[in-house]
């Protein structure tokens, strides 16, 4: 009560190291709403997922783990860590502007992400920005 950040109870980091232990084989996309990694955003960065060591410590020991995906920033963000994909969708409304230290608004339209998975576990992700016009 009273937080705005993400946590992961442990029975929730169980579960999903239970999930991954016994489908090896399965290319895997793992979904959470608090960004596990630091946007460059000082403010956005203080309500993350608060210990994301404890997923990372999970998800890199498992080669199925093809994307990790979260929300909660109304930014768009794609990188990779370890060769995972780590991706955050843009707001189906107002966008945070990316890399400030305080609270402020983008002028960048309503967006979507599409994430693209291939029968061999290859993932390819893609923003779309709603046409002002």
Wanted: proline fraction near 8%.
């Amino acid at each position: 009560a009273g937080e705005v950040g993400g946590f992961l109870a442990e029975s929730e980091l169980q579960r999903l190291e239970s999930c991954l232990t016994r489908h090896p084989g399965v290319p895997t996309v793992v979904a959470l709403h608090h960004p596990p990694v630091s946007l460059g955003s000082r403010w956005l960065d203080a309500i993350g997922l608060a210990e994301p060591e404890r997923l990372f410590a999970i998800t890199d020991r498992f080669a199925q783990v093809q994307a990790i995906l979260f929300g909660h920033a109304h930014q768009a963000y794609a990188r990779r860590r370890r060769g995972v994909l780590l991706v955050c969708a843009p707001a189906t409304s107002a966008q945070f502007l990316p890399g400030s230290d305080d609270f402020a608004m983008d002028d960048r339209p309503p967006g979507w992400h599409v994430l693209t998975l291939a029968a061999d576990g290859d993932v390819q992700s893609t923003f779309r920005w709603l046409d002002p016009a």
